[in-house]
């Protein structure tokens, strides 16, 4: 079982940056692949980001890619999500995620989220 806490949402101004952090429990966490999801009110969650075991394959969708970095410190049992250039769009609730398999959709593991809000 992994337990996963998710911080550094905020309200932000129009090209400012975030960075979210993803805490992991247990003493597994280099065993998963992890990911970022968004969800925006009224819309279906989306796919931001993944990352596999070692940090050295990254993944980005196209709406974020160039303004995000996804990393990963497995002293730490923590993932992040830089997001820079931020725009009205990205508010949503962001989701962090975890799978033994960086190669299969699903994950098995969510966060409860945490809200960032972009204002313009």
């Known amino acids: 079982q992994v337990q996963l806490v998710e911080s550094g949402g905020g309200l932000v101004q129009v090209g400012a940056s975030l960075r979210l952090s993803c805490v992991a429990s247990g003493r597994t966490f280099s065993s998963y692949a992890m990911g970022w999801f968004r969800q925006a009110p009224g819309k279906e969650r989306e796919f931001v980001a993944t990352?596999?075991?070692?940090?050295?394959?990254?993944y980005y969708a196209d709406s974020v890619k160039g303004r995000a970095v996804i990393s990963r410190d497995n002293a730490k049992n923590t993932v992040y999500l830089q997001m820079n250039s931020l725009k009205p769009e990205d508010t949503a609730v962001y989701y962090c995620a975890a799978k033994r398999n960086y190669y299969v959709r699903e994950y098995d593991y969510w966060g409860q989220g945490t809200q960032v809000t972009v204002s313009s």
């Open positions: 990352i596999d075991l070692s940090g050295e394959k990254t």
